[in-house]
């Protein structure tokens, strides 16, 4: 019973030592998952691409006539909506970003915010294509916003600034109210001379 016990012990590290390995990766599995990466990776950059050219084609000219009918053909109407416009969709999505950076969360958590940030910018981001673009889509877009609403995009890009600079000072604000006050330090008493024997 003994010599039985015996070689069961001996046995079982035995086999630990010269078992299959089934926790042990394999190289091949590592291959096949680092393909599946990269054709996922390759299929949103292609996404990416048709979803720019096609938006490009498309979302200015879209963009354009709903300022237009906002607008009306009244150079006071896109003033004020361009200010209004590029205040709040500008100084929301950079609140949002400074929110996000600011907390510790979880990656997808955080990719989550920031694509809302972006959907909060997406009106300047539209009109910036706008004013910018090259393409048909943006030529037909200026034109339209030259008549329909006129004023909208340079007051668009002066209430950005405004936002901008109302969202650096109120960072700078925070933070200095954040900062413990700084405690005046106490003048060093000199030490006392030894008395005289």
């Not at 405690?183 to 030490?191: G, L, N, Q, R």
């Amino acid at each position: 019973m003994r010599l039985g016990r015996a070689s069961h012990d001996t046995a079982e590290p035995g086999t630990a030592a010269t078992g299959t390995g089934t926790g042990t990766p394999t190289t091949g599995g590592g291959r096949r998952d680092f393909k599946r990466r990269a054709i996922a990776i390759v299929l949103v950059i292609v996404a990416l691409v048709l979803l720019y050219f096609a938006g490009a084609a498309y979302i200015p000219r879209w963009w354009s006539h709903r300022i237009g009918d906002a607008a009306n053909g009244a150079f006071s109407t896109g003033v004020l909506l361009g200010i209004c416009f590029g205040i709040v969709f500008t100084i929301l999505p950079l609140g949002l970003l400074w929110f996000t950076m600011r907390r510790s969360m979880r990656w997808k958590t955080r990719i989550v915010w920031l694509i809302l940030a972006v959907i909060l910018a997406a009106p300047n981001l539209m009109t910036l294509g706008v004013a910018i673009g090259t393409g048909s889509g943006a030529h037909a877009g200026q034109r339209t916003m030259d008549v329909e609403a006129p004023g909208f995009r340079g007051a668009t890009a002066i209430g950005a600034l405004i936002a901008a600079a109302i969202f650096v000072a109120l960072v700078i604000a925070f933070r200095r109210k954040g900062r413990p006050p700084k405690v005046p330090k106490k003048p060093k008493t000199p030490a006392p001379e030894p008395a005289d024997v």
